[in-house]
């Protein structure tokens, strides 16, 4: 329904921003809007399990047109939270083939999502949408492990808004 909302009121918007080449990055629920609205390809259903899921994950950066990962190499680890983070798409090699798939699960797929796809780009490379929640990974200590030695600064959601950031200066 909120998408549906948001497409009307305020679809004709994001176009014409993405149009623009400005970057747009939808997490979790964005990430269903920006499906819904048709800025990205495939759709959200609910988990495989049939259960919310909350849990940390690590997501393998893809070679991709994604001005969000351009030059991240380290895995990013942050946390999920849904019930509905299944990515769908009826050609997922084909999106891989064109460059759209930015993100895939690495420590393990928590949802079902085929081929392991936690986010996808536009083809220009600036519209993002991931399930994950990179936002929730800004700094070392927010990581479960982080007493523990893990999820350093190499590991940090943070790059990927770094990112964001530097693109929309150039613009």
Not at 18 to 38: E, M
Not at 50 to 67: H, T
Not at 127 to 146: A, F, K, S, T
Request: hydrophobic share 40%; with cysteine.
């Amino acid at each position: 329904m909120l998408a549906l909302d948001l497409d009307v009121g305020l679809g004709d918007g994001l176009r014409a921003f993405v149009a623009d080449g400005r970057p747009l990055i939808g997490i979790c629920n964005g990430f269903q809007v920006l499906t819904r609205t048709g800025l990205l390809p495939g759709a959200l259903g609910h988990n495989a399990a049939g259960e919310f899921d909350c849990r940390w994950v690590v997501l393998g950066i893809e070679r991709s047109a994604c001005i969000w990962t351009k030059g991240i190499e380290d895995p990013i680890h942050c946390p999920i939270a849904h019930g509905e983070g299944r990515y769908v798409h009826p050609d997922p090699a084909s999106l891989a083939e064109g460059g759209q798939v930015a993100l895939r699960y690495r420590s393990t797929n928590p949802n079902g999502s085929v081929a392991d796809i936690a986010g996808v780009c536009d083809p220009s490379g600036v519209v993002l949408g991931l399930m994950p929640h990179p936002e929730n990974h800004i700094v070392p200590r927010q990581h479960p492990r982080h007493a523990r030695g893990g999820g350093g600064a190499a590991h940090l959601g943070l790059r990927l808004f770094q990112n964001g950031v530097r693109y929309a200066k150039g613009l």
